[in-house]
Structures are given as C-alpha cells and as structure tokens.
C-alpha cells in the first residue's frame, strides 16, 4: 500500500528554471494539499485540492501554480524558481473532516 | 494570536519519564485533533487522533481533549530516546471544510 508517493526526492534548480513537483495519492481521497515547511517557519499551505476539479490557494501562494489530474494526482508547478522557494515541499491527503492527513515522503527542493 | 499555538521547546525530559506536549487553539467550533510526530527530515506522522472531551489512550500515548479550555495535549509514557523528534498539533476547524491548521511544533528531547 503505497499511500502518498511524491517525486523527486530531491531537486537542485538553478534561478529561473521551471519545475513540476508529482504527488499521487492510491487511498482514494477527495481532497489533496501541498505544504512548504521551513526552518522556524512550521508547515504553510501553498495550494489544496478539496476535490476532484477544483483547487484553491492556501497561505503562500505565490510563484506556484496546481493542477489536479485527476483523483489520484496533484501537482505543483514551479514557472520561474527562486531561492526563495528553498524549502522541503510536501503533498498529504485526507478523505473527510474527521481523519487525519496522510503525508508523502517529501521533496527537498534547493534553488541557486 | 495564532489559531493553533504549541511551545516550540526543545522539551528535555530523562528516559523513562511523562513528556507532556500541550496545544492551544483559538476556534471553538473546532471538532477534530491530531498529533503528528516527525523526525528530522522525514515527513510527518499521524499518532493520535481525538474528537472528544476526556482522554484517549494508544500505547504509550495519551492524548486529552478539553474543549471549554480549547485545550489539548498529548501525554507520552516510559519515554525512549526514540521518541525524541519534533511533534505537531493539528486542529479541523470549524467552517475549515477537510482542511488541517497546524502549531508550529514542539521539539521532544528524550535524555538517556
């Protein structure tokens, strides 16, 4: 049972590359997410899917852009990357209010 | 005031011991509460949930809800060293639809 499969594990980009990170959910969940997490900065939504078709910015936004696929699929897009966006990158899924977030393994993003 | 307000630590406690981790929320209406554990440079980890006033228990793992006090906490018995990693407290709250608001995390330290 895989769960949350995020790929790449790791990322080096250089300024202004583009970039797609994947995230692919196998639990049959409606709704998708993708967070930031930072050094002292805890966990901050950047984009979430509550369902299939739809996607809706979260705290930070900026410089990203989604898609989802499908119900299994949700991506994160990078146009023009910046140091700013160094960060580790994770993808979670959830099905209804009264469950938790499952969480895929990561992508340790570095931009130079 | 942060929705979800939790003590960044590090919380050193000696093996053996109760580590009491605590989280304060600003939503009434929340219904729903996690605790995640994640170790360095992994991805979070679901380990308790409660909906309920009063206390859950999983092993070692306590986990107390009072909703009066917009309080909950997560009590960790006999620790090990290997419960030393950075734990997250997550609330669904109210009007929020499937979506999770995380503290920033408390960093458990267990001291052989």
């Known amino acids: 049972n895989a769960g949350v499969t995020q790929t790449p594990k790791f990322q080096v980009l250089k300024t202004g590359q583009s970039m797609t990170l994947q995230c692919a959910q196998d639990m049959n969940h409606n709704s998708m997410y993708w967070y930031r997490q930072d050094p002292g900065m805890g966990l901050r939504l950047i984009y979430y899917s509550a369902s299939e078709g739809t996607t809706d910015k979260g705290e930070v936004p900026n410089g990203y852009n989604v898609s989802r696929l499908n119900k299994r699929e949700f991506s994160l897009r990078l146009e023009s990357a910046a140091p700013s966006q160094t960060s580790v990158y994770f993808c979670?899924?959830?099905?209804?209010?009264?469950?938790?977030?499952?969480f895929g393994s990561g992508t340790r993003l570095t931009v130079v | 005031q942060k929705e979800v307000e939790q003590n960044s630590g590090p919380l050193s406690v000696p093996e053996g011991a109760i580590a009491s981790l605590n989280c304060t929320y600003s939503?009434?209406?929340?219904?729903?509460f996690f605790w995640y554990r994640q170790y360095s440079g992994k991805s979070p980890e679901l380990i308790m949930s409660i909906y309920s006033n009063g206390d859950k228990e999983d092993g070692r793992f306590t986990a107390q809800l009072n909703k009066a006090s917009q309080y909950v906490s997560l009590l960790i018995r006999d620790s090990q060293p290997s419960d030393s990693a950075t734990y997250l407290c997550?609330?669904?709250?109210?009007?929020?639809?499937?979506?999770?608001?995380f503290g920033g995390g408390t960093r458990l330290m267990v001291k052989p």
């Open positions: 939503d009434r209406g929340s219904q729903s």
């Open positions: 997550a609330v669904n709250m109210a009007n929020a639809g499937n979506m999770l608001t």
């Open positions: 979670a899924s959830k099905t209804s209010a009264n469950y938790g977030y499952t």
